[in-house]
């Protein structure tokens, strides 16, 4: 037994006693116990009824890949021919990075629970089992490097956007690839390279977002964050429809940026870009200075004025905070 078979139990937000979880899966009172507390550790906020047994503070949702083709428009389920649910990884992005050669294109790897989620300039990323939405996508590009200036952000765009049409409100891109809610942290996109510099070459991208976040993981993350909950209202989207919802955006917005470049999307960024106009700090290397937010150029750079100069900023050089 592992912790799956426990929460697909759990799922329903019931109390369950430790006898009758025991005896379905087969396994001790003391075992039920030993997976509980896992999942307590990893984020999963449960209680023990007295007298009554164990139940989670809100039924959950799991992820089911055939719920989730089945949900995509046709046009969709061709981008994606390949759409695969693990329980448990490490991350989605270091999977898919192990698996390139073995995997098409067009192939969407989702996992339950993350254990080493990764962010941007090697930091983590906490999600709590079935809490979040955590996975990454394989694309397949003809073109090289070079011409894939401005991806991160044309991730952001679809993925913001379609929180939107979810019923989301006070969505933001921060530069070059934090998703906000009123200014908070709600998801995180981090894009890794892989191929021929003069192509072709292969994108990993992976995404993460905060469904529901306990405080305990709010407390730790080190910035002020947000979960999809409080930007809906209090209500989260079914994660297996938003999953479906985010592959349509994602895949009609890739094929879009492989013939057009990061231009077709500069007015949509624009539009959610929680930077433009404020003062932020600037972090590059050594260097630290303020400077005033003027949107991004062309190629999704972001654009700082600083003692009357409009500089560009590649994302792989500079931290920007506002």
């Known amino acids: 037994m592992d912790e799956r078979a426990l929460l697909i139990l759990l799922a329903d937000g019931d109390t369950h006693s430790g006898d009758a979880l025991a005896r379905r899966l087969g396994v001790s009172r003391a075992a039920v116990w030993k997976h509980l507390r896992a999942l307590r550790a990893a984020g999963l906020p449960f209680e023990a009824v007295a007298g009554r047994g164990y139940r989670l503070d809100a039924a959950v949702e799991l992820l089911d890949a055939r719920r989730i083709g089945a949900a995509l428009p046709r046009a969709a389920r061709a981008r994606w021919p390949q759409i695969d649910v693990r329980w448990r990884l490490d991350s989605t992005s270091s999977a898919l990075l192990r698996e390139v050669a073995a995997r098409p294109a067009g192939t969407a790897l989702f996992a339950e629970w993350q254990t080493a989620g990764r962010g941007r300039r090697g930091r983590g990323w906490l999600a709590p089992p079935l809490l979040g939405l955590t996975f990454s996508l394989l694309w397949r590009f003809e073109c090289g490097y070079a011409a894939l200036a401005g991806l991160s952000l044309v991730v952001g765009v679809a993925v913001a956007e379609t929180l939107c049409?979810?019923?989301?409100?006070?969505?933001?891109?921060?530069?070059?690839?934090?998703?906000?809610?009123?200014?908070?942290?709600?998801?995180?996109?981090?894009?890794?390279?892989?191929?021929?510099?003069?192509?072709?070459?292969?994108?990993?991208?992976?995404?993460?977002?905060?469904?529901?976040?306990?405080?305990?993981?709010?407390?730790?993350?080190?910035?002020?964050?947000?979960?999809?909950?409080?930007?809906?209202?209090?209500?989260?989207?079914?994660?297996?429809?938003?999953?479906?919802?985010?592959?349509?955006?994602?895949?009609?917005?890739?094929?879009?940026?492989?013939?057009?470049?990061?231009?077709?999307?500069?007015?949509?960024?624009?539009?959610?870009?929680?930077?433009?106009?404020?003062?932020?700090?600037?972090?590059?290397?050594e260097r630290r200075y303020r400077a005033r937010a003027a949107g991004v150029d062309a190629r999704g750079a972001l654009r700082v004025r600083r003692e009357g100069e409009v500089v560009a900023l590649d994302s792989a050089e500079v931290s920007v905070r506002a």
């Open 165 to 285: 049409a979810q019923g989301a409100a006070e969505v933001a891109l921060k530069w070059p690839n934090d998703v906000q809610h009123a200014g908070r942290k709600l998801g995180g996109i981090l894009v890794e390279l892989g191929g021929e510099f003069l192509g072709p070459c292969h994108a990993v991208i992976g995404i993460g977002l905060n469904l529901r976040l306990p405080q305990v993981l709010r407390d730790a993350a080190g910035q002020p964050v947000a979960d999809l909950a409080d930007a809906c209202g209090g209500t989260v989207p079914s994660r297996n429809a938003l999953a479906a919802a985010l592959l349509a955006a994602l895949g009609e917005a890739l094929v879009c940026f492989a013939q057009e470049g990061f231009a077709a999307f500069a007015a949509r960024y624009a539009a959610l870009d929680a930077l433009a106009g404020r003062e932020v700090t600037v972090e590059a290397g």
